[in-house]
């Protein structure tokens, strides 16, 4: 007898900001229950898809999200229930037809996402199977981490304009090894912050929020704390940016407030440029506003061949934007957030796409996570080959690379370390 949904429940849980969010729990006809939950951005690309919030000043200042759970245990539930968990696409297709909008605003992203992972979850666990093995391919591949160790822009209250500084361990033989250089990195930095009177106070992500004068002072000390723990930069552990740059772009031109600059994509891309002759940049995610086609082939043209040009608001995880990306030769990266397109199986399609041209892929966290380790899984099932799960730091973020950990060990060497196969071109 085949299996069935039988039940959908939600509830309304908190994420790492204190803001409401969804849980999903799917039920199986043999008792197997997938859990799943959905984590929220701060800075959010325009096209991305919505969350259904309930926007009722009494209830957690109309971040509440009661009207995604009534939607979730309703309208969802009268889709999947007594359907075949194993038939995700059909599942997802159903959904996004359901739903009829191009930015899921009628059943909420936030709903048919904790539906979706649900459905997976219960379906791999049915099978006594792990997520990254349930829709993992031949060759399973640990990422290289981007740990985000200092923060500005949206994610602290500072006044640097980048929002994330990350650390790149990638001349590293294997996960776990990456992953404590990094994190002695990270202490080796709240140490040379503190004796240089700086705050050691952390952003949304766990990275430290100093409030440097200058962009050059946030990427000196990371320099000096790569090699305060005995680590050589630029050959074991690079520097890797998110800009965020939509959020500096006003009536055309790029505002770096902290560097006293209003500048053309040009002269920004030239910027870039001159940092990557001083520091051992690999890879900047958002160089450029989400609506700068134009700059970003530029900025594809001028360092394309030099680093990693990761496309986030731009893209928004979405195949329509990544085509168009691909076509116009816009970027040779894209970041993989399922909570901005609403369903695993589209997810697992945009990752599918960027790797067939040969485009570097990267799953990725929120800055409101929840204690969910789903990334961990889907960077190795799709071998995405990078992870951008925040700093060592604060349970939300460390579930994931704690859940890298154990995946890691659990394959016994049959998983590949990642850096072979992308970052050794930069």
Not at 22 to 46: E, F, N, R, W
Request: include cysteine.
């Amino acid at each position: 007898m085949s299996l069935k949904i039988t039940a959908v429940h939600g509830l309304e849980i908190l994420d790492s900001r204190g803001n409401p969010t969804v849980q999903a729990t799917v039920t199986l006809s043999d008792g197997t229950q997938g859990i799943s939950s959905v984590p929220s951005g701060a800075s959010k690309g325009i096209a991305e898809a919505v969350e259904l919030r309930d926007k009722d000043d009494k209830r957690y200042l109309g971040k509440g999200v009661t009207k995604a759970i009534r939607c979730l245990e309703k309208d969802i539930a009268e889709i999947i229930i007594n359907r075949d968990p194993f038939e995700q696409e059909s599942l997802d297709g159903d959904l996004i037809e359901a739903d009829g909008t191009v930015n899921k605003s009628e059943l909420g992203a936030n709903a048919m996402l904790a539906a979706s992972l649900a459905i997976a979850d219960a379906a791999a666990k049915s099978e006594d199977m792990p997520l990254y093995a349930y829709f993992g391919g031949e060759q399973l591949t640990l990422p290289v981490p981007l740990m985000n160790i200092i923060n500005g822009g949206a994610h602290a209250n500072n006044s640097l304009d980048i929002q994330e500084f990350m650390i790149v361990p990638k001349g590293f033989d294997s996960f776990s090894e990456a992953l404590r250089a990094g994190t002695e990195t990270y202490h080796h930095l709240k140490s040379t912050l503190a004796d240089a009177g700086y705050s050691t106070a952390v952003g949304d992500e766990g990275g430290f929020a100093p409030n440097f004068k200058k962009h050059d002072e946030a990427l000196d000390f990371i320099m000096r704390a790569i090699e305060t723990a005995g680590y050589r930069p630029g050959e074991q552990i690079a520097i890797a940016l998110d800009v965020a740059a939509s959020e500096l772009f006003d009536a055309g031109k790029y505002h770096l407030k902290s560097e006293k600059k209003v500048l053309e994509a040009g002269d920004l891309i030239d910027w870039y440029s001159k940092l990557a002759d001083k520091y051992p940049i690999v890879s900047i995610e958002d160089g450029l506003s989400e609506n700068d086609w134009h700059g970003w082939q530029s900025m594809q043209h001028a360092l394309g061949q030099r680093m990693q040009l990761v496309g986030d608001d731009i893209f928004v995880t979405n195949m329509a934007h990544l085509s168009r990306g691909i076509k116009e030769k816009a970027a040779n990266a894209i970041l993989i957030k399922p909570n901005q397109i609403g369903t695993l199986t589209e997810t697992l399609s945009c990752i599918g796409l960027a790797k067939k041209h040969g485009w570097g892929t990267m799953v990725s966290h929120r800055s409101g996570e929840t204690e969910s380790s789903f990334i961990a899984d889907l960077a190795v099932g799709t071998s995405a080959g990078q992870i951008k799960a925040g700093a060592p730091c604060r349970s939300d973020r460390v579930a994931k690379y704690n859940r890298l950990l154990l995946i890691e060990a659990a394959l016994k060497g049959k998983g590949v370390y990642a850096r072979p196969t992308w970052f050794s071109r930069f």
